[in-house]
């Protein structure tokens, strides 16, 4: 037996088919971070190699990606409308991504020179909501946010050479040359300690540290 769909049914169906296959950005506030790529190809590129990235899919080969509270934090916008609902429709607000942390990226997208469009400095608060005592006790926060756009090449280091010489001919050892640093982002102040003797009787002060 044969059934004919009144055309009105017709068109709601398809509608209903096209929202299954719709990317979150045609039905909500948040865009993914393939829409954010577009004007920060850069900072994706380092994102792509976090842990972040992979977030959603540490879930998966632990078997929680069906667990609300686990989920809250390993995928963008989650509970919130137009924010992650489940692999098959949202897959690509999969992992902690760029609207994670400055929020939804819709308006910002559309309106880039908008104030307020966007949440440019996530506060300290807010990684805490997911880095939690209870769930990641040894996290540091400094330590994190240097990296959470992925591994940047350190700055140069300025080391001194060794022995070097003062203008009164007074050696000056270094005990430790060598610096090692973690890797920070571009920008952000080094301190760095060095171990110096003196094996003259006068004081000698250094003005300035030369990049070897």
């Not at 792509?48 to 899919?57: D, N, Q, V």
């Not at 609300?68 to 692999?87: A, M």
């Not at 939804?104 to 880039?112: A, C, F, L, N, T």
């Not at 760095?192 to 004081?203: H, M, P, Q």
């Amino acid at each position: 037996m044969k059934y004919t769909i009144p055309c009105f049914l017709s068109g709601i169906l398809g509608v209903l088919l096209l929202c299954h296959n719709a990317p979150a950005e045609i039905y909500g506030q948040f865009t993914g971070w393939k829409a954010c790529s577009e004007c920060h190809s850069e900072l994706r590129d380092g994102w792509l190699g976090t842990r972040h990235a992979g977030a959603f899919e540490s879930l998966s080969k632990s078997g929680q990606q069906d667990l609300p509270d686990c989920l809250r934090c390993h995928v963008v916008g989650y509970g919130q409308s137009g924010g992650f609902l489940d692999p098959e429709l949202t897959m690509e607000l999969s992992g902690v991504q760029c609207e994670s942390c400055h929020g939804p990226g819709k308006r910002h997208s559309d309106m880039p020179e908008a104030t307020g469009s966007i949440i440019r400095a996530p506060a300290k608060d807010l990684c805490l909501t997911c880095h939690t005592r209870g769930q990641d006790p040894n996290f540091d926060y400094q330590k994190k946010i240097a990296s959470i756009h992925g591994e940047e090449a350190a700055p140069p280091i300025h080391r001194p050479t060794a022995p070097l010489k003062s203008p009164s001919n007074l050696k000056l050892h270094v005990d430790k040359t060598v610096i090692e640093l973690e890797s920070v982002n571009e920008g952000v102040p080094v301190i760095a300690n060095v171990f110096l003797k003196n094996t003259g009787e006068n004081d000698i002060r250094i003005t300035d540290l030369v990049s070897s």
